[in-house]
């Protein structure tokens, strides 16, 4: 379970999180929307232990995420990752997945995660010598290495081509059936309505919309209905 | 210091080294290295009789330069790079402390100075025996006083790059190692001086690394004994600016908002 409480951040006199509440239960998918410069991208940093928030409280299956061992059982995906670029597919993800103990570190797990996100054949390669489709791929990978209860992914579908993206949400969803909670940060709004139970809304750092999809969209496009709702505050 | 710690620092550092060894920069400077310790031999052959001395003399200057340019040029952006590129974000989301993080760059780029100083090394043995020195066993002391310099020299360039870019970086650090190896000189300089400047120089001298202290080139060359004791308090000396210097790295880079 996810359990996040009054959570603020804030840069000098710039209050880019202000006060969100949301409790997201174990297995459930959910979305967090908004538009740019919500919030999102700041708010996943927190989740994940990356950043400290100012204010309020964030536990992960109970635990603190800024305690280093709470994220032996988290797995994140950064948004337009960048990667050391003299490794290789395999040697960066065996570096992620060397970095959590009491995980499976055997070759064969860190090969099978490379098949799972269809990596397998360019594993030998530079990481500097992949599209932005295979670093997203290779980035979603080392998000899953340790095989995670909660998964963060922010922009996962960002830069994939229909075929890659229809991979990566048939992953989300076998991770899904499998029990792990899932969060992550889109702006692609068709893909979240296929993927998520839930979706939080955050504008200008406040949630303005946390539930179900069907609650929210009544009937309409899930695009359709977080474009009003986004007006109808501005 | 438990299992996870020694784990943690110890992939961070391998990954680091693999990263540095395979910086194309890293193997044109050591190219340079490589035509320079080649001309000492020439400069050698010119030298009336002295060849010997003169290849020790420059051979080990040219190992501790090259060092140097190695050590700043790759340490100086080893952080920054991480922060810059938000490449830490795959490391510090995971069950890694910012210290196990510090700690693996720094001996992680340690590895890569010292094997790179072990070829130079290698080179200048073989050209000393060339020219009939025999087995230079002495010089491997001066190399290890300058290793232990560079070890010094990658914590306070990871120290500077808490809060600074490469090129300041850079900038701080070339100045360090000036006024470090001149400590002694300045020292002399304000002994007659007002009292105010030479406490302002005797704060230099505290604050400061004394450099000096490592270079043993001209003792070695002149095959002069060197105590234990000695390089004992060398090393003691090396340890002790280097746990200071990364306890403050790593004390800066845990207030930095990423």
């Not at chain 1, 229909?162 to 969060?183: A, H, N, Y």
């Not at chain 2, 961070?12 to 990263?19: R, V, Y």
């Not at chain 2, 510090?102 to 090394?121: E, P, T």
């Not at chain 2, 090129?167 to 006024?179: D, F, G, Q, R």
Request: glycine letters at 8%; charged letters at 20%; one cysteine or more.
């Amino acid at each position: 379970m996810i359990e996040i409480r009054n959570l603020s951040k804030v840069f000098g006199e710039h209050t880019v999180v202000d006060g969100i509440s949301l409790t997201i239960k174990k297995g459930t998918v959910f979305g967090f929307l908004g538009p740019n410069g919500a919030g999102k991208t700041t708010t996943i940093k927190m989740l994940v232990g990356l950043d400290k928030p100012s204010s309020g409280t964030v536990r992960i299956g109970g635990k603190d995420p800024t305690e280093y061992h709470t994220r032996e059982s988290i797995g994140f995906m950064p948004e337009m990752p960048s990667f050391y670029d003299h490794l290789t597919g395999y040697e960066f993800l065996a570096f992620c997945g060397d970095l959590f103990h009491a995980k499976d570190k055997s070759r064969n797990h860190y090969l099978n995660i490379l098949k799972r996100v269809g990596m397998f054949e360019a594993k030998d390669e530079m990481i500097k010598n992949y599209s932005k489709g295979m670093k997203q791929r290779i980035a979603f990978a080392q998000a899953i290495v340790n095989d995670p209860d909660h998964l963060f992914l922010d922009e996962p579908l960002d830069g994939l081509d229909p075929i890659g993206r229809r991979e990566l949400k048939r992953i989300i969803k076998s991770l899904s059936e499998e029990g792990k909670t899932i969060f992550f940060n889109s702006h692609i709004l068709f893909d979240t309505e296929e993927l998520c139970d839930e979706i939080g809304i955050l504008n200008r750092g406040s949630i303005i919309y946390s539930g179900p999809i069907k609650d929210f969209t009544k009937g309409r496009q899930l695009e359709e209905q977080f474009v009003a709702s986004i007006e109808k505050l501005s | 210091m438990n299992s996870i710690f020694l784990q943690n620092v110890f992939t961070i550092a391998k990954n680091t080294f693999k990263e540095t060894v395979r910086n194309k920069i890293l193997y044109g400077i050591l190219a340079f290295a490589l035509v320079y310790m080649l001309f000492t031999l020439f400069l050698g052959s010119i030298s009336l009789g002295e060849d010997l001395h003169v290849i020790r003399s420059l051979g080990l200057a040219g190992i501790y330069v090259f060092s140097v340019i190695i050590t700043v040029f790759l340490g100086s952006s080893l952080l920054y790079r991480e922060i810059e590129r938000k490449t830490l974000y795959f490391v510090l989301s995971k069950p890694v402390s910012h210290a196990h993080l510090i700690l693996g760059k720094f001996f992680g780029l340690l590895a890569s100075v010292a094997v790179s100083m072990a070829g130079m090394a290698v080179i200048y043995l073989s050209l000393v025996a060339f020219e009939g020195g025999g087995f230079d066993s002495l010089a491997l002391l001066s190399i290890l006083y300058q290793l232990f310099e560079m070890a010094l020299l990658i914590a306070l360039t990871i120290f500077f790059s808490t809060f600074s870019m490469p090129l300041i970086s850079t900038l701080y650090a070339v100045l360090v190692i000036y006024i470090g190896h001149s400590l002694d000189l300045l020292m002399n300089a304000v002994a007659k001086s007002g009292v105010f400047v030479q406490v302002l120089v005797k704060g230099i001298y505290y604050l400061l690394p004394n450099l000096a202290k490592f270079d043993i080139r001209n003792l070695v060359t002149y095959d002069t004994h060197i105590a234990l004791s000695q390089v004992f308090f060398v090393i003691a000396y090396a340890v002790v600016y280097i746990v200071v210097l990364l306890s403050m790295a790593i004390f800066l880079f845990e207030q930095r908002e990423l």
